[in-house]
């Protein structure tokens, strides 16, 4: 009789354990779901073009770093910068400013 008891307390003492248990399991199925869709997102993508020409260094640059998007903003601000020298240059010889 007492070690049925026993047996029967030790069961009830589990309990939160399972509990737990069963949550970190749910968790854990909910990522694994997560990673599995991800991974068919991925694998229904196209595949990308082989590159015609091996990489040079302002293609590497150009990986790491957009010179591209930089190099229009500078533009952009030398070229108004410029502009604005000039109109300020031409209103001071007219007497303007």
């Known amino acids: 009789m007492i070690g049925l008891l026993e047996s029967i307390f030790d069961f009830v003492q589990a309990v939160p354990d399972m509990i737990l248990w069963a949550g970190e399991t749910a968790i854990n199925g909910l990522f694994e779901g997560l990673a599995n869709a991800a991974a068919l997102a991925v694998e229904t993508l196209p595949s990308l073009p082989e590159p015609s020409a091996p990489p040079t ?20 601000v030398v070229t108004a910068y410029v502009t604005f020298l000039a109109v300020r240059q031409v209103l001071k010889i007219a007497g303007i400013l």
Do not use: E, K
């Open 57 to 76: 260094i302002d293609a590497w640059m150009n990986w790491f770093y957009p010179v591209a998007g930089v190099m229009a903003v500078a533009a952009t």
